[in-house]
């Protein structure tokens, strides 16, 4: 079994510095995605490679804490998130693509590999219909990224 990816890009109305500013902000995370139920920080400092937390986050219809850890960070134009889970490694890289002076898309490539012959949950969704769920998770979350950084999503 190889990886299975999914991509989805967004284009939101505010500068790279300030929509990665929303995007790495663990402490806020809670009021800004709404699938995000709990984060719990476990590292000191800034966003940078080696922080890590955990999450809880409904998926699939069903509570889900996973511990997240950062392994590459580049302000204010990438980072890689990566989690492991039932046997599956989970890869999130966001890449946030300036266009022009005030608006940003943000690319984000997720990918769920096994490590050996045993698929995790998650990588076996993503190898059907259940890719476009993910896909279409990932494209709320990257919505509600946009609102919070637009002014618009009125939960501020």
């Known amino acids: 079994m190889t990886s299975r990816t999914v991509v989805v890009e ?10 990665w500013e929303a ?15 709990k984060v719990e920080v476990l590292t000191d400092g800034g966003f ?3 922080t890590r937390w955990r999450e809880t986050r409904r998926m699939l219809g069903k509570e889900a804490t996973e511990e997240m850890y950062v392994t590459a960070s580049e302000p204010p134009e ?11 490694r989970y890869v999130s890289e966001f890449e ?14 997720f990918s769920a590999s096994p490590p050996g012959g045993v698929m995790g949950v998650l990588a076996k969704v993503l190898g059907g219909l259940g890719a476009g769920a993910v896909s279409k998770a990932i494209a709320k979350d990257l919505a509600e990224v ?11």
């Open 48 to 50: 940078r490679v080696g």
């Open 96 to 109: 946030l693509l300036p266009v022009g002076p005030v608006t940003t898309t943000v690319r984000m490539t």
């Open 23 to 37: 995007m790495t902000d663990l402490e806020g995370m809670e009021r800004v995605l709404s699938g995000v139920q």
């Open 10 to 19: 967004r284009r939101i109305a505010a500068p790279a510095e300030r929509v």
């Open 146 to 156: 946009a609102a919070s950084v637009e002014g618009a999503d009125g939960r501020g």
């Open 78 to 88: 990438r980072y890689v998130v990566e989690a492991e889970s039932h046997g599956t």
